[in-house]
Structure formats: C-alpha cells, structure tokens
C-alpha cells in the first residue's frame, strides 16, 4: 500500500527543465559550440557540474576545475534570472488537482529534486507549502541514479518501508534512482525513454488519481 508520494520538480511539477536549456544553450554559445535539445536529454535529473561535464563533452573542451566552478556559476546565475519571474500558471497541468487530491486522503509528499533552486521555485509557484518535506539539492551529496534523494525523501516522512513509496520521475537517471531504492516508480514524459518505470504518463491532466497510485 502506498503512503507517500515523492515528486522530482523540474519537468513533473512545474516546467523549469526549459529554464536549465536556455542557460546551458546561452554557455554552450559563449564556448563557441550550439548545445541542442537532444544534447540536453543527457542532463535530466543529474546534478550541475556532472551536467556542465556532459556539455563541455558534447563541446569537446577542457577545463580546469576552477573554470568549471565559474562556468557553472555563470549558468546557475542566468537560470536563476529566468526562475525568478516564475509565477503558478507554470505548474505543469493536472499537478495542482493531483496534488489537492492527495491531500484530501491524507497522503505523505515530498519533494526529491537535485536542484538547489527548489526553494526559489517552489515560492514564486505558491507550491511551498504543499509538501511535507523537501529534499533538494543542498540536502543531498549524491546526484541521481543515486537513490539518496529518495531515500532521504522517505526518511523526512517518517516512511521507513521503500515499497510503500510512489516516486514520479521524467528523467531516465531519476527513475533508476527510484527502483535502486527499492521504490515504485511512475514516469512522467516518453515510455522509450522512461521504460523501466512501473507505469508511465504522459502528464497528470485527465488521470484518474486514484488509479496512479494502485500497486
């Protein structure tokens, strides 16, 4: 029986993931190279400087850790401009009612996301008080496939049994994280590319709640 729901943010409660591409797209153009989407793909759900890693990858540049440290400033900075006009019409559709019906059954939420902007995110979209817990990336030392995140997740919920926690994921590596916790694991986005999800869909608009979270 599930007793909590544990939601990434970017891309399955409110739509940032476009905020992280402009700013890796802006740095990539500032190294002389063009970053696209199927590029940006591989930096779902992983962490900032593995995600400035894959970039300077896809560039074929090389850095000293100082200038990856100002490099991932400068992106962070320029997504942190765009994050901060936010408002609540940029919740993605059908999370609101998802979330209201939650807690009409008194289920447990929280939120497991490798941003450290979750905070910001969460109060410009009037979403702060809705979880129980939120485990961000200040909180966690590990990125995604790690099960850190979730697991702590879990932990700030007083859940001490993994089956009996629901994660909601879009990306590959935070649906492995999920399942390495021993999670069930609904996916938000493609069944190719979500595949060892329990279940995907392809948002929350026009689900029956009650059904997401039958395992």
Not at 160 to 189: N, P, Q, T
Request: hydrophobic share 45%; aromatic share 8%; with cysteine.
């Amino acid at each position: 029986m599930i007793k909590a729901c544990i939601f990434d943010l970017d891309g399955v409660v409110v739509d940032t993931a476009k905020y992280h591409y402009l700013a890796w797209k802006r740095l990539a153009a500032e190294f002389g190279f063009e970053f696209m989407e199927i590029h940006n793909e591989r930096l779902k759900g992983v962490s900032r400087m593995r995600s400035l890693e894959i970039l300077l990858e896809v560039g074929g540049i090389n850095m000293s850790a100082g200038e990856k440290e100002r490099a991932a400033a400068r992106k962070n900075q320029w997504y942190v401009e765009y994050i901060s006009e936010m408002t609540p019409a940029e919740i993605l559709p059908g999370v609101t009612q998802f979330l209201d019906y939650l807690k009409s059954i008194d289920m447990k939420i929280a939120l497991g996301s490798a941003s450290k902007n979750a905070g910001m995110i969460l109060e410009r979209t009037n979403l702060a008080s809705v979880f129980d817990a939120v485990i961000d990336g200040k909180k966690v030392s590990k990125a995604k496939p790690d099960p850190e995140v979730f697991i702590k997740g879990a932990e700030a919920l007083g859940i001490f049994k993994a089956e009996e926690c629901l994660v909601f994921e879009d990306a590959e590596a935070g649906v492995e994280a999920a399942l390495s916790a021993g999670m069930y694991c609904i996916g938000i986005g493609s069944p190719k590319i979500l595949q060892k999800a329990h279940k995907v869909i392809p948002g929350f608009q026009g689900v029956q709640p009650a059904d997401l979270l039958r395992f």
